[in-house]
């Protein structure tokens, strides 16, 4: 018997489960073969049973506490995970109200998707046509209003400061919006203040492509005519809100003082067109 | 018999088989109880894919053994301090009688044989005769074949039997 065959066989007798790889025949004969392992077998079984009866007591107290903690836990744990469950619908339901009905919708929101809808077209369309349509509600003059995407609803927050003096002051509706071929910049729109005292304004759409997006500027082709209307409502400085949209911030800025020429100046590196 | 019963009833069947491997395989650690406890939980959480094995009890002695060695790795330091605390504790106010006196001799005993055997004939021994593992189990568990799983059972019951034939009757 070789001294692995040997410590195979004890620990198949000793620890009362056949050896891995003999069966209780052939260790039997093993160990008859060998009397020294016969001998050295009684002591191992000694050992085991001295071993087993070192083994702890049961004890019903440890398990009922054991048992009663896990449930406790269990219990805990259900109660932090509703309490979490509760706070995250609270939360959503907090940010929905928020997002949705307590606060209303932002104006720069509505000029994004305007904007995000106006670049995904395929049709020769211009950003125009997207604020006239979602302005057509406050039309005048049964034209497509222009005024409510004027009004600071959907005109777009970064502008506001720019716009909103105009819009306080006047309204304006769309008579009509040239369209130009698909990747032309320039559209020219003809805008017409709706006060009846006041004849129409020609007013040129220059469409700047910078990183952050498009940038829209209006700028007003008779300027000594859109001067002396808005003169008292002008920002007073437009070369600043010019060095503005260099950043690629998305914004409309109804400029009725200065050129394209130098509006070009002021967005130094992008392209202007004009015609 | 309701998910929460089997368990239960697992928990009866299995807990002295359990709390001794812990009380063996720690070394008489005071904190067998947490630790039983820790086995516990994790087989109640898992109990769904547990109660489905062939023997659970296999399976809640592994995660025993994963628990000591963690247990071993992380506290070493405290757990020698400890250890060195619970010594210094006041003895018993009551003398043990006879049999307690013998019982805790050879507790001591077998404490001070295992800590001297390797740890793969150590872990054999005590998956063996308080985990009731078979070969298979105890190898896989020390991640060995079953042939040297009870190899390693014999030779470790050989290192123990000269210091425990002084307790046979």
Known sequence: ?275 | MSETGDFAEFLRSAERRLVSYLHYATGGSTDVEDLFQDVSLAVYRNWRKVRRLDRPVAWAIRVARNLVINRAKRATVERRALDRERETLAPPTLAPSTDETHSLELSETIHTSLAALPEDQRQAVCMKIWGGLTWVEIGKSLGVSDDTAARAFARGLRALAPALKDFAP
């Not at chain 1, 057509?136 to 004027?150: D, H, I, K, Q, V």
Request: hydrophobic share 45%.
């Open chain 1, 1 to 275: 018997m070789t001294p692995l065959d040997r410590d195979e066989a004890l620990a198949a007798r000793a620890g009362g489960e056949d050896a891995p790889d003999a069966t209780p025949a052939e260790v039997d004969e093993l160990l008859d073969q060998n009397p020294s392992a016969r001998n050295e077998l009684a002591d191992l079984e000694g050992t085991v049973r001295l071993l087993h009866q070192a083994a702890l007591p049961e004890s019903g107290e440890r398990r009922d506490r054991v048992t009663a903690r896990i449930v406790a836990g269990r219990r805990f744990r259900f109660r932090i995970t509703a309490a979490a469950a509760l706070l995250l619908v609270a939360g959503g339901a907090l940010l929905f109200v928020t997002r949705n009905g307590a606060r209303p919708a932002s104006d720069d929101r509505i000029f994004a998707e305007v904007v995000t809808r106006w670049e995904s077209t395929t049709e020769p369309a211009t950003l125009i046509d997207e604020l006239v349509k979602v302005g057509t509600t406050n039309a005048r003059g049964g034209a497509p209003g222009f005024g409510a995407p004027l009004g600071g609803e959907a005109a777009g927050q970064a502008a506001d400061d720019v716009l909103r003096p105009f819009v306080a002051q006047a309204s304006f509706t769309v008579l009509t919006a040239t369209r130009l071929p698909p990747g032309s910049s320039l559209v020219q729109a003809r805008f017409r203040r709706a006060q009846p005292d006041v004849r129409p304004f020609d007013f040129l759409w220059l469409e700047y492509a910078a990183p952050g997006g498009p940038i829209i500027v209006l700028q007003a082709v008779d300027e000594p005519e859109v001067r002396r209307a808005f003169e008292h409502l002008s920002p007073p400085s437009f070369w600043q809100t010019a060095t503005r949209e260099r950043e690629g911030t998305r914004a409309i800025v109804l400029s009725p003082i200065l050129t394209p020429r130098s509006i070009a100046e002021a967005a130094d590196g992008l392209e202007v067109h004009s015609r």
